[in-house]
């Protein structure tokens, strides 16, 4: 079985566009958001859920009113400022709680309790294009690289039942702890990117990251046709760095049309721009 | 967060959906700003400001976590320490007790509980956090994470940290370019400010995530307002929803392959033509009137 992730480094060069398309044009895959943050596909693919879990996650701290004493302690120990002094009552700012337990532990009064937090939930559906596997954290909740895992986790376990030979993973913007934990034993990292400063700055990071995980990197340059010399750049950049060339695809707003629509852009009748994806999958394909 | 702080106004510029335009409208504010300004980039994994403002950088400094280091000779294997930990950052395994750097969030808590002090402070690099000036007005800070690094919190924290500084200085307003999303670097990044710019594109991806980052930013209970990117496509939704929750369009920037182009070749866009730098000027001049009426209130 293989897994593949489409990433960018920056945000809205089209990573879900493609991944959409891409879904549609491979038959034998599981296809899997790992943008557990900001999900975008099942616009595109409009799942129906056959499976719904709660994603909990760690646990926050909650002062008991009727036992704290107001000594303090607490806010004095919070290395993340979580425990504000209003009104007389010490609060926890449940955005700044990082659930590490210190002020649980040192209270003397014991006046701190530790509930779960209940940060999501999960899915497993079923598309047009096969099954689909992904989630929703709850705005302002932890962007947990444990619900990445998590969903990966489930979607292999889904390949496996249903004799899927691929994982076809849309991943997350940036390069912290999501894209992290997507990137871990995945077999091929498709880095989206634009010819802008950002695209290329972003793509040199991103890359690096990879490399740094040691997964092979292929590069798709969308809307290459907004600046050739910056086009020439990425593709210098990626040559250098021996990362594979996939595709450049012009900048066309088909992509946003076939959105309105509901739809990949594949599913477009008639567009060149269906065959220019189809030839950039096949080539993903060749390095699988 | 500086409850003394008055005369400045900081405005984070967030979006939901990355690729929306935050930078650009970021950077054009800056530009155009008529009071000092501090622009601030805290989307420290991907940080973009600064590809055009092209500031000059004139202090670097590399920013580290607090991560516990063990003394063996000390360690009699009581595991408070490891019960304590909530990231798997500290375990006993076999006779030695093992540190996880990388797991650490640094809250200190296995420093503090271990009673033979057996630990004592360490380093992880989180990242350099960067200050310069751009066009010899516009104050500049950023952090960068390092790459390999997960948790971007921490950075954003310290550089924030750093901008109450300069504004307690400088009394110059900031101007915050926030990480795209909406769960807790998104949060982290907005948190502080006295208001929000949700920029959009009138999409349905970008509609989808800009409801997204609505909710979540509708917690904390600060003014809201909007700016479209690429008016003219995709389709009405973001409009309905900004008639129905009353959040105000404060401007619109239309969908056009120069303003693209120009951004491609690291322009700011409120340079680009005399109705782009109005369309900015009257923003700005909307977001610091809303400075004078939260002073007076």
Same mark, same amino acid.
């Given at each position: 079985?293989?897994?593949?992730?489409?990433?960018?480094?920056?945000?809205?060069?089209?990573?879900?566009?493609?991944?959409?398309?891409?879904?549609?044009?491979?038959?034998?895959?599981?296809?899997?958001?790992?943008?557990?943050?900001?999900?975008?596909?099942?616009?595109?693919?409009?799942?129906?859920?056959?499976?719904?879990?709660?994603?909990?996650?760690?646990?926050?701290?909650?002062?008991?009113?009727?036992?704290?004493?107001?000594?303090?302690?607490?806010?004095?120990?919070?290395?993340?400022?979580?425990?504000?002094?209003?009104?007389?009552?010490?609060?926890?700012?449940?955005?700044?709680?990082?659930?590490?337990?210190?002020?649980?532990?040192?209270?003397?009064?014991?006046?701190?309790?530790?509930?779960?937090?209940?940060?999501?939930?999960?899915?497993?559906?079923?598309?047009?294009?096969?099954?689909?596997?992904?989630?929703?954290?709850?705005?302002?909740?932890?962007?947990?690289?444990?619900?990445?895992?998590?969903?990966?986790?489930?979607?292999?376990?889904?390949?496996?039942?249903?004799?899927?030979?691929?994982?076809?993973?849309?991943?997350?913007?940036?390069?912290?702890?999501?894209?992290?934990?997507?990137?871990?034993?995945?077999?091929?990292?498709?880095?989206?990117?634009?010819?802008?400063?950002?695209?290329?700055?972003?793509?040199?990071?991103?890359?690096?990251?990879?490399?740094?995980?040691?997964?092979?990197?292929?590069?798709?340059?969308?809307?290459?046709?907004?600046?050739?010399?910056?086009?020439?750049?990425?593709?210098?950049?990626?040559?250098?760095?021996?990362?594979?060339?996939?595709?450049?695809?012009?900048?066309?707003?088909?992509?946003?049309?076939?959105?309105?629509?509901?739809?990949?852009?594949?599913?477009?009748?008639?567009?060149?721009?269906?065959?220019?994806?189809?030839?950039?999958?096949?080539?993903?394909?060749?390095?699988? | 967060?500086?409850?003394?702080?008055?005369?400045?106004?900081?405005?984070?510029?967030?979006?939901?959906?990355?690729?929306?335009?935050?930078?650009?409208?970021?950077?054009?504010?800056?530009?155009?700003?008529?009071?000092?300004?501090?622009?601030?980039?805290?989307?420290?994994?991907?940080?973009?400001?600064?590809?055009?403002?092209?500031?000059?950088?004139?202090?670097?400094?590399?920013?580290?976590?607090?991560?516990?280091?063990?003394?063996?000779?000390?360690?009699?294997?009581?595991?408070?320490?490891?019960?304590?930990?909530?990231?798997?950052?500290?375990?006993?395994?076999?006779?030695?007790?093992?540190?996880?750097?990388?797991?650490?969030?640094?809250?200190?808590?296995?420093?503090?509980?271990?009673?033979?002090?057996?630990?004592?402070?360490?380093?992880?690099?989180?990242?350099?956090?960067?200050?310069?000036?751009?066009?010899?007005?516009?104050?500049?800070?950023?952090?960068?994470?390092?790459?390999?690094?997960?948790? /971007? =919190?921490? @950075?954003?924290?310290?550089?924030?940290?750093?901008?109450? #500084?300069?504004? %307690?200085?400088? &009394?110059?307003? *900031?101007?915050?370019?926030?990480?795209?999303?909406?769960?807790?670097?998104?949060?982290?990044?907005?948190?502080?400010?006295?208001?929000?710019?949700?920029?959009?594109?009138?999409?349905?991806?970008?509609?989808?995530?800009?409801?997204?980052?609505?909710?979540?930013?509708?917690?904390?209970?600060?003014?809201?307002?909007?700016?479209?990117?690429?008016?003219?496509?995709?389709?009405?939704?973001?409009?309905?929803?900004?008639?129905?929750?009353?959040?105000?369009?404060?401007?619109?920037?239309?969908?056009?392959?120069?303003?693209?182009?120009?951004?491609?070749?690291?322009?700011?866009?409120?340079?680009? /033509? =005399?109705? @782009?730098?109005?369309?900015?000027?009257?923003?700005?001049? #909307?977001?610091? %009137?809303?400075? &004078?009426?939260? *002073?007076?209130?």
């Amino acid at each position: 079985m293989r897994e593949l992730i489409v990433i960018s480094g920056k945000g809205g060069t089209g990573k879900t566009s493609l991944t959409g398309a891409f879904a549609h044009l491979d038959r034998e895959k599981i296809i899997c958001d790992l943008d557990v943050d900001a999900p975008d596909l099942h616009i595109l693919l409009s799942p129906k859920v056959i499976l719904q879990e709660k994603f909990i996650s760690g646990n926050e701290a909650v002062i008991d009113q009727d036992k704290c004493q107001s000594c303090g302690t607490c806010a004095e120990m919070c290395r993340y400022d979580a425990i504000s002094f209003k009104d007389d009552k010490y609060l926890v700012e449940p955005l700044r709680c990082e659930g590490c337990k210190v002020c649980v532990s040192f209270c003397p009064e014991e006046a701190v309790e530790f509930p779960p937090r209940y940060c999501g939930n999960w899915y497993v559906s079923s598309t047009r294009f096969g099954t689909m596997v992904h989630a929703q954290l709850f705005p302002g909740a932890e962007n947990s690289g444990r619900l990445v895992a998590l969903l990966r986790q489930k979607a292999r376990a889904k390949a496996k039942e249903e004799g899927r030979n691929l994982i076809l993973c849309d991943g997350a913007p940036g390069i912290g702890c999501p894209v992290i934990s997507s990137l871990s034993g995945t077999d091929l990292a498709v880095v989206v990117t634009e010819p802008t400063p950002s695209g290329l700055h972003d793509l040199m990071r991103v890359a690096e990251l990879c490399s740094h995980f040691k997964i092979r990197v292929a590069v798709i340059v969308n809307k290459f046709d907004l600046n050739q010399e910056q086009t020439s750049k990425i593709q210098d950049y990626c040559r250098k760095n021996s990362h594979e060339l996939v595709g450049n695809i012009p900048h066309d707003d088909i992509f946003t049309r076939a959105m309105v629509e509901k739809k990949v852009v594949t599913e477009i009748r008639d567009s060149n721009m269906a065959l220019m994806v189809k030839q950039t999958w096949e080539k993903i394909s060749d390095l699988l | 967060m500086d409850p003394k702080r008055k005369s400045n106004l900081i405005v984070s510029i967030a979006s939901g959906k990355g690729g929306t335009g935050k930078t650009t409208v970021s950077a054009s504010l800056a530009c155009v700003w008529k009071k000092p300004v501090l622009a601030v980039d805290l989307d420290v994994e991907e940080p973009n400001l600064h590809l055009f403002l092209n500031p000059e950088i004139s202090h670097q400094e590399k920013i580290y976590l607090e991560t516990p280091v063990v003394d063996e000779s000390k360690c009699t294997l009581c595991r408070m320490c490891s019960d304590l930990c909530q990231f798997q950052a500290i375990k006993v395994m076999g006779e030695t007790l093992l540190t996880f750097t990388e797991m650490c969030h640094g809250c200190g808590g296995c420093l503090a509980i271990c009673p033979e002090k057996a630990l004592s402070p360490g380093q992880r690099e989180l990242g350099i956090l960067s200050q310069g000036s751009s066009l010899g007005k516009i104050s500049f800070l950023m952090g960068s994470l390092r790459v390999g690094e997960a948790m /971007s =919190p921490p @950075l954003m924290t310290i550089v924030k940290k750093r901008m109450m #500084e300069i504004l %307690g200085k400088e &009394r110059a307003d *900031a101007i915050i370019d926030a990480p795209p999303g909406v769960s807790c670097p998104a949060v982290c990044a907005v948190m502080d400010s006295d208001l929000i710019i949700l920029v959009t594109e009138p999409t349905p991806f970008g509609f989808h995530d800009f409801r997204l980052a609505w909710e979540s930013f509708s917690s904390m209970g600060k003014p809201m307002a909007v700016v479209i990117n690429r008016a003219g496509l995709g389709d009405s939704s973001v409009y309905r929803f900004c008639d129905e929750k009353k959040l105000p369009i404060l401007a619109s920037i239309p969908y056009d392959r120069n303003i693209a182009q120009a951004y491609s070749k690291g322009q700011v866009v409120a340079r680009l /033509s =005399p109705e @782009l730098e109005h369309k900015f000027s009257d923003l700005a001049r #909307e977001l610091q %009137g809303y400075d &004078r009426e939260a *002073a007076y209130a």
